[in-house]
């Protein structure tokens, strides 16, 4: 398979190192295993793992490659085994803060041309956390598509209400609504998938991501094989996997995330909450946070119902939360270089000199 069918488009191309690919092979990381990655370029697929050189230089997880990546790669045994020694600058990424307390990324996916976020037509369905989803997607400089999942569970008329509602927040984002069961809509779907494009499926855990990417697979279930039972004894994605679709489209399946947390969406929030950025700059203080200043244009429309509250929390709630993990996470990177240093001085002193 060539490049360009695996994604390699013109961006990539003016992106490459002539230094590199003198003795590297350019390659895309289709798998992210416990303990190796897979890559597939024009000479098949390969195991791989990454240079201790590029282990012992990792500052987060950021430095270490994804789903999606290209990587310059060393082939050894023949071209069964390969050694990643860098990862190729990012077009796009997916990112979060990981779940709980810990001030760190974690990197979901990269080089991601259209995000499908899933949603639920159950009890599940949640209008704050899609805005949560939406803010990931813009920030990752992705185009979010919204897949409304179960649509055999609802009427016809709440379907239509719940897109309207959707569209009345963001007029331009896209929406598309499907069953796993009865297949309406799946056509729409398979009509949005482009040959050479990389799509990701994103969503909580249960809302029907694994079996609409069986669906648009049609017979080759075995490629899916990444799925547990977690402890209720539901199926659930656990792996990160590139598979490619027959029209020679490109989805990554991931798992559901309980918990999104974000940091520093500056341009992620400012798309997704477009209406309530532009009245912001009518806001008596030019560092007004919208919750409670006086002469805030915010609080005003929220008044006058042109914005509806819960969604005016939800993107205050969430202006706060990026700059506290962001303000977190840099104290924190401050911290370990402050402890480096001293291991540095007190090794010094024992007369330990670092090797070259
Ligand atoms: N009613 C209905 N149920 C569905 C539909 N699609 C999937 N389901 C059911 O929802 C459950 C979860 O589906 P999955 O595809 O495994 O969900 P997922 O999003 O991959 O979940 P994780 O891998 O845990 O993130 C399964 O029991 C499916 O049978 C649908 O369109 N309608
Ligand atoms: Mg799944
Ligand atoms: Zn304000």
């Given at each position: 398979?060539?490049l ?118 159950d ?57 796993n ?32 990417l ?42 559901g ?38 002469g ?22 969430m ?38």
């Amino acid at each position: 398979m060539s490049l360009q069918e695996l994604g390699f488009s013109d961006w990539f191309m003016d992106q490459v190192d002539p230094a590199q690919t003198t003795e590297y092979k350019i390659a895309r990381v289709i798998a992210v295993n416990k303990d190796n990655y897979a890559l597939r370029n024009n000479a098949g697929d390969a195991l791989a793992e990454v240079t201790g050189k590029l282990m012992y230089g990792a500052t987060s997880p950021l430095d270490y490659p994804a789903v999606g990546d290209w990587v310059y790669a060393q082939y050894l045994d023949e071209n069964s085994f390969a050694i990643i020694h860098q990862i190729m600058p990012r077009k796009s990424s997916l990112q979060r803060k990981t779940a709980g307390k810990k001030i760190e990324f974690q990197l979901i996916a990269a080089n991601i041309d259209t995000a499908f976020i899933v949603q639920s037509l159950d009890a599940n369905y949640n209008l704050r956390r899609l805005e949560r989803y939406l803010v990931m997607v813009n920030q990752g400089n992705i185009y979010p598509v919204i897949l409304l999942c179960k649509s055999d569970l609802i009427s016809a008329d709440e379907l239509e209400q719940k897109i309207a509602q959707i569209h009345k927040l963001m007029p331009d984002v896209k929406i598309a609504a499907f069953s796993n069961i009865s297949d309406s809509g799946l056509d729409d779907i398979k009509a949005l998938l482009i040959s050479g494009n990389t799509y990701c499926m994103i969503g909580s855990s249960g809302v029907g991501k694994t079996t609409l990417l069986n669906n648009l697979l049609g017979g080759e279930m075995f490629e899916v094989q990444a799925v547990d039972k977690d402890d209720k004894g539901r199926h659930t994605t656990t792996r990160r996997q590139l598979i490619r679709l027959e029209n020679g489209a490109m989805i990554i399946d991931t798992p559901g995330m309980r918990e999104l947390g974000n940091f520093a969406v500056d341009s992620g929030l400012s798309d997704t909450f477009a209406e309530i950025v532009e009245l912001a700059v009518n806001c008596r203080y030019a560092d007004c946070t919208h919750s409670l200043e006086e002469g805030c244009a915010v609080l005003q429309a929220v008044k006058d119902k042109v914005i509806e509250p819960e969604r005016h929390e939800n993107y205050v709630k969430m202006n706060k939360e990026s700059a506290f993990n962001e303000m977190s996470y840099l104290e924190k990177r401050q911290k370990d270089k402050d402890f480096g240093k001293m291991i540095q001085t007190y090794k010094k002193q024992f007369g330990m000199r670092k090797k070259r």
